[in-house]
């Protein structure tokens, strides 16, 4: 079935360095993708989004990155902060329906003083 | 800023018992979904409501049910709750058309069924 998955569950980066975030799709038909950010206790929060007839698109301190040839995307955050730790997820939706919608297991930002 | 609240943080139940989680949103928003959160699995879409008195299934909607009396108000039902149902439950909302606007989540409601 499709999926969208995660390459590393755990990332750990030290303040201040870049963060690299990435996740791989599978439905070529795929053409909206989101990132996530979920702190502890709370629920998931919008970051940027990207439609499938770009290739880059930047927000504060973030960038996203797709790869349409490998169906590959990534999130990159800059001078990375205490308060970017949390769990990133990305979702890819191909159709206007919610059943069209489907999210990555996510993978976990820690940060090192 | 959309808000979108959920009713209780946290709820412990008895199996069997009848449960319902209550969520709100200001925005006026059309779509509306319910989520469960497992470790490991990623968001699972149990129900969603295009709009007042519509409903459709999605990937796990077994043991569930949901209301849509009001525009700003989704229920989901736990009719008979099991163990199995123990997760947390989001609550979320976008703006239609879907598939071009990301979705809104409350905080979430942690569930144990005992």
């Known amino acids: 079935g499709e999926s969208v998955g995660l390459h590393l569950p755990t990332l750990s980066v030290q303040e201040g360095d870049n963060s690299i975030i990435n996740c791989a799709y599978s439905?070529?038909?795929?053409?909206?993708f989101i990132w996530y950010k979920q702190e502890s206790g709370k629920g998931p929060q919008f970051i940027i989004d990207?439609?499938?007839?770009?290739d880059k698109r930047q927000g504060q301190r973030v960038t996203v990155l797709l790869n349409k040839t490998v169906k590959h995307l990534s999130l990159q955050i800059a001078a990375t902060q205490p308060g970017d730790s949390a769990v990133y997820f990305c979702?890819?939706?191909?159709?206007?329906?919610?059943?069209?919608?489907?999210f990555g297991s996510g993978t976990r930002l820690s940060i090192r003083p | 800023d959309v808000k979108v609240t959920q009713s209780s943080r946290y709820l412990v139940k008895r199996t069997g018992e009848k449960v319902f989680l209550e969520c709100v949103q200001d925005?006026?928003?059309?779509?509306m979904f319910w989520y469960r959160q497992d470790p490991g699995l990623g968001l699972r879409l149990i129900y969603f409501?295009?709009?007042?008195?519509?409903?459709e299934k999605g990937d796990i909607p077994e043991g569930y049910s949901v209301s849509r009396e009001k525009k700003e108000r989704f229920s989901l039902i736990l009719e008979s709750a099991s163990t199995n149902q123990t997760s947390m439950y989001l609550c979320?909302?976008?703006?239609?058309?879907?598939?071009?606007?990301?979705?809104?989540f409350g905080d979430g409601t942690r569930l144990s069924i005992l």
């Open positions: 979320a909302s976008s703006l239609a058309p879907l598939g071009t606007s990301s979705q809104h």
């Open positions: 439905n070529s038909a795929s053409d909206y």
């Open positions: 990207i439609r499938s007839n770009m």
């Open positions: 979702a890819e939706n191909w159709g206007s329906s919610a059943s069209k919608i489907i």
């Open positions: 925005m006026d928003h059309e779509n």
């Open positions: 409501s295009y709009d007042v008195k519509m409903k």
